[in-house]
């Protein structure tokens, strides 16, 4: 293709542009990402991927709440210890985390398939508002897609089953609640589709051996004990603190169905479906099994969507792939007509982009934080980790309470005497870990500011 790296560089340019003009405030800074930060920031600083509940002590169960792995967490850890703990360095990590992916899929997609089909696979993605409103948030939604890319790349260009377990691995870890499927969706994979499965299947898991034992070193405080492991396996039998996930999985497919997401997603796999099956016999054997791999993990993934309370961004792999596939099987047909639709779906993408993001722009919790900091006071702080994380923590005592984690720490409402912080921070008045005790809140403080939802109490 004519001028493909001077339009590569327009795109990235462009990708840039996007990112960095409301670096910190769009997306906003929210409970997960904050999770991420205040972990490495523990890591650069004590050695610990953990949460500090209080000045001296940390909550102790690492391993039921880190859903980013170190691949993300590690590298930040060391930016920290350099530069300082920030929202902005963090959020510089994940551009790098773009532009890397951008290249990544650039790159991939002009082996298998050629470079048009790189330029406008990029063109999608980077036209795509969920790659910044996932992407830009410091957490493991694009660095593990880029393990993925690779792992696609060894697996059916390279034929290397050692490098693709320990790329797909990485990507595992990376962000399990997303890629973790990647795992049981080549071992189904590899038994139904493949020749010498077991010689394979060896090389697979032995790659995949080394990055994952890391991960729960990291974040098991006894790799050895029994107590851990049974508390990991509780939570992931029910992450999400649900009576019924066959509730779950009705209620989202009853809920969902027609929403805009689900329709979009829908239309790209079901055309993605019908030019490969309609051209089936002109496409390569390698392409053959990248996409027979693929769906298997896709259809895993989307089983997965539908068992949780409808959290969207767990489809984010699918629709990046979805955007992966769509020129490459349209060309089976025309390329012609490929290059129409791309492009139709590309000016849908920047409309949404330029009118419609969906995420939201907030600088609250950043000037609840700074607030705080100023007034250089003992804090306690309720269940809101996106100010907690960015609060020396010298003086500050919090609260956090996941799904179907315990809750970390004391609440400071229920601290007595001299024991009591001097400020209390909340967000939002029926904060259900402020509502019970609101009579004792009303005793002993007395409201002081409220920043966007956030609302800081002073002792009495």
């Not at 930060?37 to 004590?46: C, I, M, V, Y």
């Not at 079901?270 to 099994?289: D, H, R, S, T």
């Not at 992966?324 to 390329?335: C, G, R, V």
Request: hydrophobic fraction near 50%; proline fraction near 5%; glycine fraction near 6%.
């Amino acid at each position: 293709m004519k001028y493909s790296r001077p339009i590569l560089c327009l795109i990235i340019g462009f990708a840039l542009f996007i990112s960095l003009r409301t670096l910190t405030s769009q997306p906003r800074y929210f409970y997960d990402e904050a999770v991420v930060l205040e972990t490495a920031h523990n890591l650069g600083t004590n050695g610990k991927l953990d949460i500090l509940v209080n000045p001296n002590t940390f909550s102790g169960y690492a391993h039921l709440f880190n859903s980013t792995g170190y691949t993300v967490s590690l590298p930040l850890a060391i930016i920290f210890k350099l530069g300082g703990v920030s929202l902005a360095h963090g959020r510089l990590l994940m551009v790098a985390w773009l532009i890397i992916a951008i290249l990544s899929l650039f790159y991939i997609s002009k082996v298998f398939w050629g470079t048009e089909a790189g330029i406008m696979t990029v063109a999608l993605l980077a036209s795509f508002a969920p790659f910044y409103g996932n992407g830009m948030q410091v957490m493991g939604e694009v660095p593990g897609f880029v393990f993925l890319l690779w792992g696609l790349y060894q697996l059916f260009h390279k034929k290397n089953y050692k490098l693709a377990g320990l790329l797909m691995s990485l990507a595992a870890i990376t962000k399990p609640s997303m890629y973790g499927l990647l795992l049981p969706a080549f071992l189904i994979y590899i038994i139904f589709l493949e020749k010498d499965k077991f010689f394979k299947l060896k090389d697979f898991i032995i790659a995949c051996i080394g990055p994952i034992v890391l991960f729960f070193l990291f974040i098991m405080p006894n790799i050895l004990s029994s107590k851990n492991w049974l508390e990991i396996i509780k939570l992931y039998r029910n992450p999400y603190d649900s009576p019924s996930l066959i509730n779950n999985v009705i209620s989202n497919i009853q809920t969902y169905w027609h929403h805009s997401t689900i329709l979009y997603i829908g239309l790209l796999l079901a055309m993605i479906i019908y030019f490969i099956f309609k051209n089936y016999k002109k496409i390569e054997p390698n392409i053959k099994n990248l996409y027979s791999f693929s769906f298997i993990y896709i259809g895993l993934l989307i089983l997965y969507f539908l068992r949780s309370p409808g959290w969207f961004r767990y489809l984010f792999p699918v629709e990046l792939l979805a955007f992966m596939f769509i020129y490459s099987a349209i060309s089976l047909k025309s390329k012609k007509l490929a290059t129409y639709v791309v492009s139709f779906l590309v000016i849908i993408n920047l409309g949404q982009l330029g009118f419609y993001r969906g995420d939201i722009k907030d600088d609250s919790a950043q000037d609840t934080a700074k607030y705080i900091t100023d007034l250089n006071q003992s804090v306690g702080i309720i269940n809101t980790p996106e100010v907690s994380s960015l609060v020396p923590s010298e003086k500050r005592y919090q609260v956090i309470k996941y799904f179907g984690v315990p809750e970390l720490g004391l609440n400071p409402i229920l601290f007595k005497g001299d024991q009591r912080t001097q400020l209390i921070v909340f967000k939002s008045a029926d904060n259900p870990l402020v509502v019970p005790y609101q009579n004792i809140l009303n005793s002993n403080y007395q409201s002081l500011n409220q920043i966007g939802s956030y609302r800081i109490y002073e002792l009495k």
